[in-house]
C-alpha cells in the first residue's frame, strides 16, 4: 500500500477491541531471550519525499530485463506477453478475487481455473490437470509425495543431477523427515545415461524425476527412461517446458504418469523471480491423489451448466490426516493469464514461439563458437538454452563486461555446479533479435581484449 493512514488512536481503539493495552502485550508469549533487547538498526526518519527519492536511487542500483537484452535463463525467461493478456489479468473480477471458500458461489473465477485446467490437459496429452499450485519447484516436490503415496514405496526417489539444482533442494527438503532417499544421479555428459540409471533404480524405486528440456538446455531421450520406469513399477515425474510443447513430445506423448512446470513463461512476467505459476497435471489413475483444487463442471438442479470443486483432498476440506498435501491455495490470477496467453497463441502460435527460440538459441550457440575461446560444454541437442564454456575461465569478468555494455548474458555455473565453473548458461527466447544476438558475440568476444 502507497499509504497506511492508521493513526496512534486507530491503533489503540483495535488493541481495546482485542483486549490489550499495548503491542507489547501481544508479543508478551515470545520468551524475553528471543526478542531484541535494543532498537532497531534504522537509520533517522525521512520525509515521504526524501524517502520516494532514497529508493529509486536503489531502485536505480538494478538492471532489469527492459533496459538490457536479457540472455538470462536458468528457470524464468523473457518471453513476449501480448497485451491481451494483461488487458484480461488486470481486470477487477480477476486481479482482486482470492481463493473461493464459498466455491459455487464464485461461478466467474471456477470456470476461469476449469478452463486453465482444460488447456494445460491439451497442452501435455495428460489426463487431469489442477487449477495450479505454487510454483515449479513445489510442484515437483509435490509430485514426489504423490508418487510416494500412490506406489506405496518409500525407498528412493532418483532425481538427475540435470534437475533444476533448487527443485532438487526443494525435494530434499520436503523428504527430510519422511525417510526417503533421495538419488541424485550424476550426468557430466548433459543428459541422463540410461545404464547409469537402470543400475539405480529397483523395487523400492518410487519415482524418477526426469526435466525435458533438462536445466543445461539438452533434451533428453524421455520414452526410454519413461519405460525403464513403468518397467520398474515405479512412476516418470516429468518437468516440462511449457512452450517446449510447441515443438517437442508431449508429456503424455512419452508416457509420463505426472506432468509439472514452471508456468512463468506462459504470460508472466520476470518481476524478481515471482509470484509465479506452478502446473500440475496427472493421468486419470491418480486424479485421487492430486494436491490443490480441481474443478469440475455439472449441472445444477435446473439443469444449467456449473462448476464445482471437485475430489476435494485439500487439508482445508477434510480431515488434515486424510489429505494428500497442505497446500491450501492456487495462483489463480497467474492461471487466468496462462489461460489468456496460450488462447491468444493457439498451436500454431505456440508452435512458431517454440521454433524461433529454437533457431535463435542455436544462431547464437554457433556464432559464440566460432571464436576459439568459447566451446559447447555439452554435444546433446538444446532447445532454449545452452551451457558454453569459457577457455579463460573468467566467467565473471564475462558477466560484468556484458552488463556494462547493455546485456544481462546469462547465468554463471559456478552457482550450483562447481565443476562448470567456467561454464555460462545462456538463454535465448523470440524476443531477442539479430542485433542482440551478434551484439553479445561481439561482446564476449572482446572481453578481455586491449
Same mark, same amino acid.
Given at each position: 500500500?502507497?499509504?497506511?493512514?492508521?493513526?496512534?488512536?486507530?491503533?489503540?481503539?483495535?488493541?481495546?477491541?482485542?483486549?490489550?493495552?499495548?503491542?507489547?502485550?501481544?508479543?508478551?508469549?515470545?520468551?524475553?531471550?528471543?526478542?531484541?533487547?535494543?532498537?532497531?538498526?534504522?537509520?533517522?526518519?525521512?520525509?515521504?519525499?526524501?524517502?520516494?527519492?532514497?529508493?529509486?536511487?536503489?531502485?536505480?542500483?538494478?538492471?532489469?530485463?527492459?533496459?538490457?537484452?536479457?540472455?538470462?535463463?536458468?528457470?524464468?525467461?523473457?518471453?513476449?506477453?501480448?497485451?491481451?493478456?494483461?488487458?484480461?489479468?488486470?481486470?477487477?473480477?480477476?486481479?482482486?478475487?482470492?481463493?473461493?471458500?464459498?466455491?459455487?458461489?464464485?461461478?466467474?473465477?471456477?470456470?476461469?481455473?476449469?478452463?486453465?485446467?482444460?488447456?494445460?490437459?491439451?497442452?501435455?496429452?495428460?489426463?487431469?490437470?489442477?487449477?495450479?499450485?505454487?510454483?515449479?519447484?513445489?510442484?515437483?516436490?509435490?509430485?514426489?509425495?504423490?508418487?510416494?503415496?500412490?506406489?506405496?514405496?518409500?525407498?528412493?526417489?532418483?532425481?538427475?543431477?540435470?534437475?533444476?539444482?533448487?527443485?532438487?533442494?526443494?525435494?530434499?527438503?520436503?523428504?527430510?523427515?519422511?525417510?526417503?532417499?533421495?538419488?541424485?544421479?550424476?550426468?557430466?555428459?548433459?543428459? %541422463?545415461?540410461?545404464? &547409469? #540409471?537402470?543400475?539405480?533404480?529397483?523395487?523400492? *524405486? +518410487?519415482?524418477?524425476? $526426469? =526435466?525435458?528440456?533438462?536445466?543445461?538446455?539438452?533434451?533428453?531421450?524421455?520414452?526410454?527412461?519413461?519405460?525403464?520406469?513403468?518397467?520398474?513399477?515405479?512412476?516418470?515425474?516429468?518437468?516440462?517446458?511449457?512452450?517446449?510443447?510447441?515443438?517437442?513430445?508431449?508429456?503424455?506423448?512419452?508416457?509420463?504418469?505426472?506432468?509439472?512446470?514452471?508456468?512463468?513463461?506462459?504470460?508472466?512476467?520476470?518481476?524478481?523471480?515471482?509470484?509465479?505459476?506452478?502446473?500440475?497435471?496427472?493421468?486419470?489413475?491418480?486424479?485421487?491423489?492430486?494436491?490443490?483444487?480441481?474443478?469440475?463442471?455439472?449441472?445444477?438442479?435446473?439443469?444449467?451448466?456449473?462448476?464445482?470443486?471437485?475430489?476435494?483432498?485439500?487439508?482445508?476440506?477434510?480431515?488434515?490426516?486424510?489429505?494428500?498435501?497442505?497446500?491450501?491455495?492456487?495462483?489463480?490470477?497467474?492461471?487466468?493469464?496462462?489461460? %489468456?496467453?496460450?488462447? &491468444? #497463441?493457439?498451436?500454431?502460435?505456440?508452435?512458431? *514461439? +517454440?521454433?524461433?527460440? $529454437? =533457431?535463435?538459441?542455436?544462431?547464437?550457440?554457433?556464432?559464440?563458437?566460432?571464436?576459439?575461446?568459447?566451446?559447447?560444454?555439452?554435444?546433446?541437442?538444446?532447445?532454449?538454452?545452452?551451457?558454453?564454456?569459457?577457455?579463460?575461465?573468467?566467467?565473471?569478468?564475462?558477466?560484468?563486461?556484458?552488463?556494462?555494455?547493455?546485456?544481462?548474458?546469462?547465468?554463471?555455473?559456478?552457482?550450483?555446479?562447481?565443476?562448470?565453473?567456467?561454464?555460462?548458461?545462456?538463454?535465448?527466447?523470440?524476443?531477442?533479435?539479430?542485433?542482440?544476438?551478434?551484439?553479445?558475440?561481439?561482446?564476449?568476444?572482446?572481453?578481455?581484449?586491449?
Amino acid at each position: 500500500m502507497p499509504y497506511l493512514y492508521n493513526t496512534p488512536e486507530d491503533r489503540q481503539a483495535m488493541l481495546e477491541s482485542i483486549g490489550v493495552q499495548s503491542i507489547d502485550e501481544l508479543f508478551a508469549p515470545i520468551p524475553d531471550d528471543l526478542k531484541l533487547a535494543r532498537p532497531l538498526a534504522l537509520p533517522p526518519a525521512l520525509s515521504e519525499l526524501e524517502l520516494d527519492q532514497h529508493l529509486g536511487e536503489l531502485a536505480a542500483q538494478n538492471t532489469h530485463a527492459g533496459q538490457a537484452a536479457c540472455f538470462l535463463g536458468g528457470g524464468s525467461y523473457d518471453h513476449h506477453i501480448p497485451a491481451v493478456v494483461d488487458a484480461i489479468g488486470g481486470r477487477s473480477e480477476f486481479y482482486t478475487s482470492y481463493t473461493p471458500y464459498q466455491a459455487e458461489a464464485s461461478q466467474g473465477n471456477l470456470q476461469a481455473m476449469f478452463e486453465y485446467q482444460s488447456l494445460i490437459c491439451r497442452l501435455t496429452g495428460m489426463a487431469i490437470s489442477n487449477s495450479s499450485l505454487y510454483d515449479g519447484a513445489s510442484s515437483t516436490a509435490e509430485a514426489v509425495l504423490m508418487a510416494i503415496s500412490s506406489t506405496r514405496r518409500t525407498g528412493k526417489v532418483i532425481v538427475p543431477s540435470s534437475l533444476h539444482p533448487e527443485y532438487r533442494q526443494t525435494i530434499a527438503t520436503y523428504l527430510e523427515n519422511l525417510g526417503v532417499e533421495l538419488v541424485t544421479l550424476p550426468c557430466p555428459t548433459g543428459v %541422463v545415461d540410461t545404464d &547409469q #540409471l537402470a543400475s539405480a533404480v529397483d523395487d523400492q *524405486t +518410487a519415482a524418477i524425476v $526426469l =526435466q525435458q528440456p533438462n536445466f543445461f538446455g539438452c533434451v533428453e531421450d524421455a520414452e526410454p527412461i519413461a519405460k525403464l520406469a513403468h518397467d520398474n513399477g515405479a512412476l516418470l515425474i516429468s518437468v516440462f517446458d511449457p512452450i517446449s510443447l510447441g515443438i517437442l513430445k508431449r508429456p503424455g506423448e512419452y508416457g509420463a504418469n505426472i506432468a509439472v512446470a514452471e508456468g512463468q513463461t506462459l504470460g508472466t512476467p520476470m518481476h524478481y523471480g515471482g509470484p509465479v505459476l506452478g502446473i500440475m497435471t496427472c493421468d486419470d489413475k491418480l486424479v485421487r491423489r492430486m494436491p490443490g483444487r480441481v474443478v469440475g463442471e455439472t449441472n445444477d438442479r435446473r439443469g444449467n451448466r456449473c462448476f464445482v470443486l471437485t475430489l476435494q483432498t485439500r487439508e482445508q476440506h477434510i480431515r488434515r490426516d486424510k489429505a494428500t498435501s497442505n497446500v491450501c491455495s492456487n495462483q489463480a490470477l497467474f492461471a487466468v493469464r496462462a489461460s %489468456v496467453y496460450l488462447a &491468444q #497463441l493457439g498451436p500454431q502460435g505456440l508452435k512458431e *514461439t +517454440a521454433n524461433l527460440c $529454437l =533457431q535463435k538459441t542455436h544462431y547464437l550457440a554457433d556464432k559464440l563458437c566460432e571464436n576459439d575461446r568459447f566451446s559447447m560444454a555439452f554435444t546433446a541437442p538444446t532447445f532454449k538454452e545452452f551451457v558454453v564454456r569459457d577457455a579463460n575461465g573468467r566467467v565473471d569478468e564475462l558477466v560484468k563486461t556484458a552488463l556494462d555494455a547493455g546485456y544481462l548474458a546469462g547465468v554463471p555455473m559456478s552457482t550450483w555446479y562447481p565443476e562448470l565453473d567456467d561454464c555460462l548458461l545462456i538463454a535465448v527466447t523470440e524476443k531477442r533479435t539479430k542485433a542482440e544476438m551478434d551484439g553479445l558475440v561481439a561482446v564476449l568476444c572482446g572481453a578481455g581484449k586491449p
